[in-house]
């Protein structure tokens, strides 16, 4: 059963282009949370995603952010017009049902580098 | 303002001897509790969660923790430490009013000695 996949796992940029970062999560898990871990720092939620939805996106920069999780394939979240402050670990989660408390699982989280 | 606080940035203990990394916490109700590892270059792995009942948690990898409310800390324990070991470690909380975000402290530093 394979566990949470995040593609790339690392992930160069120059400033000014975009950058999507992939999230399959676990076998029959349909949440999918983001974090970002910002260098010699603890993670910070970012957004939090069911099928089709965004149910809390209180964690995401209000601009050149986004994240969807559609009906079939991956959740993406996407980084447009990077800048150097982005660069980070971007970690992603999945949890079966989205129930308060219930353990996430978390990827290999894809390292961006802005140049 | 709800925080999570790891008082200790890095901790250097050496094999075998036993460690107490600090968690303490600041809500107003108790949240749901989790110490995650995360070694260099990986994602995070779950050792263990603290939701209510007993409040000495046994988790994978001989690590437990124990809530104490009065207190606002959940501590993690290890009798005795691995060099495999070495790693960072994280406290998490999720409230169970708030979905199921979790808020990480900044995490510990574990260095093992030979």
């Known amino acids: 059963n394979a566990g949470v996949m995040q593609n790339p796992r690392h992930l160069v940029r120059r400033r000014g282009q975009e950058a999507r970062l992939r999230c399959s999560p676990m076998?029959?898990?349909?949440?999918v949370y983001w974090y970002r871990q910002l260098p010699e720092e603890g993670l910070k939620f970012m957004v939090y995603?069911?099928?089709?939805?965004?149910?809390?996106e209180s964690g995401m920069p209000k601009e050149r952010f986004s994240a969807e999780f559609p009906k079939e394939g991956p959740s993406i979240l996407r980084i447009q017009q990077v800048v150097r402050g982005d660069s980070a670990a971007y970690f992603c989660?999945?949890?079966?049902?989205?129930?308060?408390?219930?353990?996430?699982?978390f990827g290999p989280g894809t390292r961006l580098l802005v140049l | 303002a709800q925080s999570v606080t790891q008082p200790d940035i890095h901790i250097t203990v050496s094999e075998g001897a036993s460690l107490e990394l600090r968690c303490n916490y600041s809500?107003?109700?108790?949240?749901?509790l989790f110490w995650y590892v995360q070694s260099p270059g990986q994602g995070l792995q779950l050792l263990l969660k603290?939701?209510?009942?007993?409040?000495l948690v046994q988790g994978i990898k001989g690590f437990e923790a124990e809530f104490k409310r009065s207190q606002s800390s959940f501590n993690l324990r290890k009798p005795s430490v691995h060099w495999s070991d070495a790693a960072e470690y994280f406290c998490?909380?999720?409230?169970?009013?708030?979905?199921?975000?979790?808020?990480f402290g900044g995490g510990t530093r574990l260095m093992v000695k030979p």
């Open positions: 809500y107003g109700a108790t949240p749901y």
């Open positions: 603290y939701f209510s009942g007993d409040t």
């Open positions: 995603l069911q099928k089709e939805n965004i149910i809390d």
């Open positions: 998490a909380v999720a409230l169970n009013n708030a979905g199921n975000m979790l808020t």
């Open positions: 076998k029959g898990h349909s949440h």
């Open positions: 989660a999945s949890s079966p049902s989205g129930t308060a408390g219930e353990a996430q699982y």
